[in-house]
């Protein structure tokens, strides 16, 4: 099951999606809320804390939800102090009861990453592409226009026919026509 447990959030945060199952995962951690409590309204542990990007909207409560749930974090560049584990290029990775493909999608940031799960159709698309073919900005250091173009390019080769949702990192799922959204937002960052 995914729940977005930031979804009622008013503050300046991303989403923050818990995935529970065999091995249940956050996708992302959120800023400026209590994420501790939300994700204790639907589970007693966290396996795994997978980031999508290391912006600060992404990754402010890391502490909060190390320190509640004993959870190590996941994401591409152990450079920084916040991840403890890499994530390569095209690894198998298990989010809930499936396992997932993490995708380096720079361009946004030089760390971006999604998650797709081609059995179920399924893409955590952090900041790269959102609902009504929005993309993840790139006037952010570590952003580059060109980059995010072959990254929203690399989801839209990616993903199959039976894609059913895209969970990106802020405002609402994509669960009405996701390729479409895709080639959208491939075609806007060209403008």
Same mark, same amino acid.
């Given at each position: 099951?995914?729940?977005?447990?930031?979804?009622?959030?008013?503050?300046?945060?991303?989403?923050?999606?818990?995935?529970? &199952?065999?091995?249940? %995962?956050?996708?992302? !951690?959120?800023?400026?809320?209590?994420? @501790?409590?939300?994700?204790?309204?639907?589970?007693? +542990?966290?396996?795994?804390?997978?980031?999508?990007?290391?912006?600060?909207?992404?990754?402010?409560? #890391?502490?909060?939800?190390?320190?509640?749930?004993?959870?190590?974090?996941?994401?591409?560049?152990?450079?920084?102090?916040?991840?403890?584990?890499?994530? +390569?290029?095209?690894?198998?990775? *298990?989010?809930? =009861?499936?396992?997932?493909?993490?995708?380096?999608?720079?361009?946004?940031? *030089?760390?971006?990453?999604?998650?797709?799960?081609?059995?179920?159709?399924?893409?955590? %698309?952090?900041?790269?592409?959102?609902?009504?073919?929005?993309?993840?900005?790139?006037?952010?250091?570590?952003?580059?226009?060109?980059?995010?173009?072959?990254?929203?390019?690399?989801?839209? =080769?990616? @993903?199959?026919?039976?894609?059913? %949702?895209?969970?990106? &990192?802020?405002? *609402?799922? #994509?669960?009405?026509? *996701?390729?479409?959204? #895709?080639?959208?937002?491939?075609?806007? !960052?060209? @403008?």
């Amino acid at each position: 099951m995914i729940q977005n447990v930031a979804s009622n959030v008013q503050a300046f945060s991303s989403n923050v999606f818990l995935v529970t &199952g065999e091995t249940t %995962a956050l996708i992302d !951690a959120g800023a400026n809320f209590d994420v @501790v409590s939300q994700i204790q309204e639907h589970t007693e +542990q966290i396996d795994r804390l997978y980031l999508t990007h290391t912006h600060v909207d992404h990754v402010e409560n #890391i502490p909060s939800v190390r320190d509640a749930f004993d959870v190590e974090t996941w994401g591409y560049d152990t450079t920084h102090d916040i991840v403890d584990h890499a994530i +390569q290029d095209e690894e198998s990775i *298990p989010i809930g =009861d499936e396992r997932y493909m993490a995708l380096h999608t720079p361009g946004h940031k *030089p760390d971006h990453l999604c998650f797709y799960a081609a059995n179920i159709g399924i893409c955590f %698309a952090g900041d790269l592409i959102f609902a009504n073919g929005s993309f993840g900005r790139t006037d952010l250091e570590g952003g580059n226009r060109k980059t995010l173009i072959q990254s929203i390019d690399r989801i839209a =080769d990616t @993903v199959t026919d039976n894609l059913t %949702a895209i969970y990106s &990192g802020h405002g *609402p799922a #994509i669960t009405t026509d *996701p390729k479409e959204n #895709i080639d959208m937002a491939a075609q806007a !960052a060209r @403008v």
